[in-house]
């Protein structure tokens, strides 16, 4: 402070002594030379350090232990901080050492500080992957196999030629990926939170900037489908797909896998799943170690397909294969889907249980697999064990809302569960995801269980408020006022599930995601004795999905129950031709065709029908492939090319084709085996004969 005070009483001298000659607006007098003021300085950098130190020690705690700067005189003094700054102000190559001066293997350490005390033997050592990973993204490095250095910055080859603009201003050829990494990310940023526009903005700039980067065109096509958009988001993917087929950002000579696999998810939500499929098989062919590929064309096949579990099996176990020829790590995706469908199609607990473990040994942190995981010991009685799951993802992921809905769900099938308990875990699930129709609609169902009618109704007409979309939500709502003996809510409750969920290009019926609406509410009209309607609905559910085994077993049931065993018999004869090999849903159909026979009292059909399913079943079992306990077939997996060949068109082992129809439109007919016998349908105007036309006769001239 005297030194202060000292540079002032000065200064002020000289401005007195100098009055004449200097002006108030000179330099000198606006801009005068500054002071360092080191108490402002010392309370501007360590007051907050002293206070909460001094708070920890009234409250008897121990204080963090301080691993910054010393402080001591040199760093109070400003040397210390001028020599940081100096060392940020070097250039990036007097701080890193050049690519050909350092193997890649090698490691290069820091040189000593010098006021770095005698006791410290070890030295900080920088990553060299890391370092010239940041190098190549500022820079615009592309190296190739042999660690060659290629400038990437642009699509000229010539030096001279690296940089040129437009007269318009914009740069002609590639721009660094730097800039391009930086686009995607605030755009993905803005997308996660919600701001579609922003993220569209930013999207459509990425395109600009790079339009051989397939990460702008996938994350458009994300936007314009969360706005319904979906024809521009299939045009944006197919756009994407016929530009990237260069070398880099992830492309391959035969595609980009990450935009193929996307294109063929937009297909399968539209219901074209032969269109989704071959999609899936082209992802698969550009790049085999593509994981999403594989498990997407697994679920397809075995789940919408119903392909059975080993056409599933060959798929998971040819994406590990091809994951470790490729020398990247195993996925937990793969396994978690994998174990998935043993446990849910195959009903093998202890293989999926093994591949759950897989999965976690890969990703200790997987969410998926342990609430899979804990919903499957859940559904086996081992509750201990269930909770145990729900609590490790809980601890890591709290703001899981479909693990605190599973959690809840576990504990109220509980005979001696806490009902209050049970609903706190649900209103826990909403306060966290308040959006989530799932969470909705299992909450109402458990109020309804406990006799609150009210704010079962309640609480489903918020599950399709926040989804419209969510036909599980419609088809609860619906079922709930049938059972409460008012059927004409009923009826409108359906009929507004199928508007809101009707899928663009679903045709009359609204595709896959109503036929669950359409058979509930043929349920409805056959308990109201409205024959006619249920037959229409039923109809129409199995236009939606012609797979749907509830609709085709509730369809059958009213048909025999009127005494029609004529018409239920067709009725299962042809939704068994709709499966192309034998799956748990052939299984459950030939079950309930055996149990109507039994019940009409004929005997010598219902052991027929026994027959026929026994012998399918078997043959199943022998042409299906043997794993391993460990996740490997006995049996070599066939390659790539062999795998993919197989297609939704391919018959039956146990079938030959015996005719087929040139022109469908023109016949209209159908051909199936039954009970070793060639039969055949005709539609009746197709039946009539008509009469050759009269040639015209000769007439002399």
């Not at 002609?172 to 605030?186: K, Q």
């Not at 406990?450 to 088809?475: E, S």
Request: glycine share 6%; proline share 4%; aromatic share 8%.
């Amino acid at each position: 402070s005297t030194e202060i005070e000292k540079i002032r009483k000065d200064r002020y001298a000289a401005m007195s002594n100098n009055t004449k000659t200097m002006s108030l607006w000179s330099f000198d007098s606006l801009f005068p030379q500054p002071v360092l003021d080191e108490d402002a300085v010392q309370r501007d950098l360590y007051y907050v350090k002293e206070r909460d130190e001094l708070k920890l020690k009234e409250r008897g705690e121990q204080p963090v232990e301080d691993v910054s700067l010393p402080r001591d005189d040199t760093s109070r003094s400003g040397s210390q901080a001028e020599t940081v700054i100096s060392s940020f102000e070097s250039p990036l190559n007097d701080v890193l050492p050049s690519p050909s001066a350092v193997t890649p293997n090698e490691t290069v350490t820091l040189a000593e500080s010098p006021n770095t005390t005698s006791s410290t033997n070890s030295t900080p050592q920088v990553d060299r992957t890391l370092t010239r990973m940041v190098e190549d993204r500022l820079y615009g490095y592309r190296r190739s196999a042999t660690g060659i250095i290629e400038y990437s910055g642009s699509t000229f080859t010539a030096p001279e030629d690296a940089v040129k603009f437009r007269p318009d201003g914009i740069r002609i050829g590639r721009p660094l990926r730097v800039n391009c990494d930086l686009l995607t990310h605030h755009a993905k940023t803005a997308l996660r939170r919600g701001k579609l526009e922003e993220a569209t903005d930013l999207y459509s700039r990425a395109i600009t900037m790079d339009p051989f980067d397939g990460r702008g065109y996938l994350g458009l096509s994300r936007c314009l489908s969360q706005k319904r958009r979906f024809d521009a988001a299939k045009k944006v993917l197919k756009r994407g797909i016929s530009i990237c087929t260069t070398m880099e950002n992830g492309n391959t000579p035969d595609g980009n896998p990450f935009l193929l696999q996307a294109l063929g998810v937009l297909e399968e939500r539209f219901g074209h799943l032969g269109d989704a499929e071959r999609r899936y098989i082209q992802a698969a062919r550009a790049c085999p170690s593509h994981a999403a590929a594989w498990v997407s064309l697994a679920q397809l096949r075995t789940r919408k397909l119903r392909q059975g579990p080993s056409a599933g099996r060959v798929c998971y176990a040819t994406a590990e294969r091809e994951l470790a020829r490729a020398g990247r790590r195993r996925s937990s995706y793969v396994y978690t889907a994998w174990a998935s469908m043993e446990y849910k199609k195959a009903g093998d607990v202890r293989r999926a249980r093994e591949l759950f473990e897989m999965a976690l040994d890969v990703d200790p942190k997987c969410s998926a697999a342990w609430l899979q995981l804990g919903v499957m010991e859940g559904n086996k009685g081992n509750v201990e064990r269930a909770r145990e799951c729900f609590e490790t993802v809980l601890k890591f992921d709290q703001r899981n809302s479909r693990v605190l809905q599973a959690y809840a769900v576990m504990e109220s099938k509980q005979p001696d569960s806490d009902s209050r308990e049970v609903i706190d875990m649900f209103e826990r699930a909403l306060r966290v995801n308040k959006n989530d129709a799932g969470v909705f609609q299992a909450y109402a169902l458990y109020v309804a269980e406990l006799g609150d009618i009210k704010g079962a109704r309640d609480l489903l007409r918020q599950a399709t408020t926040v989804g419209k979309k969510h036909a599980a939500a419609w088809q609860a709502w619906g079922v709930l006022e049938t059972r409460c003996g008012t059927p004409s809510e009923a009826r409108n409750i359906f009929q507004q599930g199928i508007w809101s969920c009707a899928q663009p290009g679903g045709g009359q019926s609204g595709g896959r995601r109503t036929a669950r609406l359409w058979q509930a509410w043929g349920v409805l009209e056959s308990q109201e004795q409205e024959h006619s309607a249920a037959r229409r609905c039923f109809s129409r559910a199995l236009d939606a999905d012609s797979r749907n085994v509830a609709a085709v077993t509730a369809w059958t049931s009213m048909e025999a129950s009127l005494g029609n065993y004529a018409d239920a018999r067709a009725i299962f004869e042809s939704a068994l031709r709709r499966f192309p090999e034998p799956c748990e849903e052939t299984r459950s159909l030939w079950r309930s065709y055996e149990l109507m026979e039994v019940k009409a009292g004929n005997d010598e059909r219902a052991q027929m029908v026994y027959n026929r399913g026994m012998r399918e079943a078997m043959m199943k079992d022998r042409n299906e492939e043997t794993f391993k306990d460990q996740g490997t077939v006995q049996q070599t997996v066939p390659e790539v090319e062999e795998i993919l060949k197989k297609s939704t068109s391919s018959s039956r082992n146990n079938e030959v084709e015996v005719l087929r129809w040139g022109k469908r439109d023109a016949y209209e007919g159908e051909v199936w085996m039954n009970n070793g016998s060639i039969e055949g349908k005709m539609p009746k105007k197709k039946m009539k004969k008509t009469k050759p036309a009269k040639r015209p006769t000769d007439t002399a001239p």
